[in-house]
């Protein structure tokens, strides 16, 4: 699909509704610019917060401690391969 903004006078266009739903951009969100060969894209930066809850988990917390073993013997496990 191709979508049209206007640029005002200082710089500043407004991201077409469509494109705002498409890319799941909300108000406060942070965009990159790529350029190349005088053709632009844009993508949207997604914070480590907006990331939370992404992956479903449905067991039990785990304490740094369990994690911790759990990596050293994960790490104990290849060694021993």
């Known amino acids: 699909m191709i979508y049209e903004s206007l640029i005002d006078a200082r710089g500043r266009t407004t991201i ?35 990331l939370l809850g992404i992956v479903p988990h449905d067991g039990c917390a785990v304490s740094l401690e369990d994690m911790d073993q759990a990596v050293a013997a994960g790490a104990l496990r290849r060694c021993l391969r």
């Not at 969100?29 to 907006?50: K, L, N, T």
């Open 16 to 50: 077409p509704k469509a494109v705002r739903q498409a890319l799941d951009l909300r108000g406060g969100d942070r965009i990159r610019y790529m350029v190349e060969d005088r053709e632009a894209r844009i993508r949207p930066q997604r914070s480590v917060a907006r």
